[in-house]
């Protein structure tokens, strides 16, 4: 039993070349196949008439669950879902410190083919000390809720390698792939990041490099393979 998951900062549909195109992100996201994707920076714009986020859920044919972290005109700007699966509950947790830009995670409870799992979308700060608070605030959530699996995934802004949030991360998940998925034309960080517990259920992660997805967005979209235990 295999499950794909994807995290992509869409970068308010704003290419590289500087043109507003959610029409592209879309067709990125549709090469993804993933069963979840978690997006980053979904802003407020309307396209067609629909919320930007309704947008991509109707040209995927997936199903949207917002969760913002700054008000805007209509739907706000922050984290998403767009999900395949059922979702099963969601909640928001805010990872704000002051006085810097609010941030979330988007927690989700997803049941499928008999497992639990919780997925935390989030974006974390530009700043060391948003970042260290924002990471020891998600690892305590961990201590809290119960999952067969746990997942934790999007742009976690953290460029030093050997910087504690990472640490602490890869304390709790053990070592996990990463990819270097910024910048999107010629990418050399590995801002976006996809951990998983346990580990034996990760099979593979890779950034998505296709020509359509350099151009779309200032970052690639990185996804992961799951292999889920046979419960016969």
Known sequence: MQLKLASYNIHACIGT????????IA???E???AD????????????NDLDLLDFLAQQTQMTGLAGPTMLRQ???????????????SHRMIDLSLSP???RGALQVHFRHAAHDLLIYATHLGLKP???????RRILREFEQQEADITVLLGDLNEWFLWGRPLRWLKHFFTATPACRSFPSGWPVLKLDRIWVQPRSSLHKVRAHDSTLAKKASDHLPITAQLRLPDLD
């Open 17 to 24: 070349d500087g043109h507003f195109d959610p029409f592209r």
């Open 27 to 29: 067709r990125v996201i």
């Open 31 to 33: 090469e993804l196949d």
């Open 36 to 47: 979840v994707v978690a997006l980053q920076e979904v802003e407020h714009h309307r396209v």
């Open 74 to 88: 209509t739907r706000h700007y922050g984290n998403a879902i767009l999900s395949r699966l059922p979702i099963t």
């Open 100 to 102: 810097y830009e609010p």
């Open 129 to 135: 000390v948003e970042r260290r608070y924002q990471v």
